[in-house]
């Protein structure tokens, strides 16, 4: 049997994603997450990168701001490299394969911003 490797986190992005795009025009952004966590010693948080490609990056960096409120589900990846000065480092991170906005004071005003464009249609016609 192989092995497993899904995360599923739910937390608020701690700044805008950033979008770039590879020298093959393929979509990626980068975010972090902030997770609050409860456990036997007090209350914590986790910061969990996070990296989405091609079209759901694109989505990813479109819709995603500071502060909202999200959940994500893909897999566990982790990189070995060396640095500058040659010092072992590792990269953990969390590919994105499914994301989901769970906090709805986004789309009111996205909603209510796009109503108010519909009527400016409109009024102009």
Not at 25 to 34: D, K, N, P, S
Not at 58 to 64: H, P
Not at 76 to 82: A, D, I, R
């Amino acid at each position: 049997m192989g092995g497993l490797n899904r995360s599923i986190l739910a937390g608020r992005l701690v700044a805008d994603p950033e979008l770039r795009m590879t020298k093959n025009e393929t979509a990626v952004t980068r975010f972090r997450l902030a997770i609050n966590c409860r456990g036997r010693f007090g209350k914590s948080t986790d910061f969990i990168n996070c990296v989405a490609w091609g079209p759901l990056a694109e989505i990813c960096a479109e819709y995603l701001k500071k502060g909202r409120l999200v959940a994500v589900e893909g897999r566990l990846s982790v990189q070995n490299y060396k640095d500058k000065k040659g010092a072992s480092k590792t990269s953990t991170e969390v590919v994105v394969e499914n994301m989901q906005m769970l906090d709805s004071k986004f789309f009111n005003a996205a909603s209510k911003a796009k109503q108010e464009e519909d009527t400016a249609d409109v009024i102009s016609l």
